[in-house]
């Protein structure tokens, strides 16, 4: 069956400008996650959406960093102001409710900022 | 706070030499401990949960083991195809962003024919 999509796959984008990144998790999978990784990082977490309780964003970096999830499937992440700092590869991953689930990665969005 | 650490952060090996990743790992209350494999330009591919001390898992030439403190990714006999970076991460039982996996920065194999 069809995996984890994000789209799009590279956005190249100039310093102040806002970017919208989208991830179409697996069918079925209630629970969304975005991660950020950086060069030479590890994978870091962002936020976390399970049905329709409120999403956890303990792990947004700053304020201008927003994502939504629509009718429980698609969700946007959405970047304000970028800086070169939120250079990075946006990972979207979906997974089934329960105790320790396995999480479903999509292939990523590069995001660059000159 | 949760932190994941694995070592060595590279790793050469003949094709048919075995050898084993470490993740040691710190957490509040461990509700999962998952490997995973990236390839260059793709997202993680899951490979293993683990969730107490004392078990194991396997897949072809890969065995995950798990204690309270570390967890080991053995590779027996490994080939050319299972060159990647693997990934290591736990799922907490509380606390601020549980439901999100905390990595480690991975370990880079590289397997020569």
């Known amino acids: 069956g069809a995996g984890v999509s994000q789209s799009p796959s590279n956005k190249v984008t100039e310093k102040g400008k806002d970017v919208e990144l989208r991830c179409d998790p697996i069918?079925?999978?209630?629970?969304l996650y975005w991660y950020r990784q950086s060069l030479g990082q590890g994978l870091e977490f962002l936020i976390y959406f399970q049905g329709n309780s409120a999403p956890d964003k303990s792990g947004l970096p700053s304020d201008r960093f927003s994502a939504e999830r629509t009718g429980g499937s698609v969700s946007t992440l959405t970047i304000q102001r970028t800086q070169q700092e939120d250079s990075a590869v946006y990972l979207c991953?979906?997974?089934?409710?329960?105790?320790?689930?396995?999480?479903?990665f999509g292939p990523g969005t590069r995001l660059t900022v000159l | 706070e949760d932190q994941v650490t694995q070592s060595p952060e590279a790793l050469r090996l003949q094709e048919g030499e075995s050898s084993s990743l470490n993740c040691s790992y710190t957490?509040?209350?461990?509700?999962?401990l998952f490997w995973y494999r990236q390839d260059p330009g793709k997202g993680p591919e899951f490979l293993f949960t683990l969730y107490s001390a004392g078990e194991e898992k396997e897949k072809e030439r890969l065995k995950a083991t798990l204690t309270k403190k570390e967890s080991f990714l053995h590779i027996t006999a490994p080939k050319p195809e299972d060159s990647a970076t693997y990934l290591c991460?736990?799922?907490?039982?509380?606390?601020?962003?549980?439901?999100?996996?905390?990595f480690g920065k991975g370990t880079h194999l590289i397997i020569q024919p």
């Open positions: 991460a736990v799922q907490a039982v509380m606390g601020g962003g549980a439901d999100g996996l905390t």
């Open positions: 069918s079925g999978h209630t629970a």
């Open positions: 991953a979906s997974s089934t409710a329960g105790l320790a689930p396995e999480q479903f």
């Open positions: 957490v509040s209350g461990l509700r999962g």
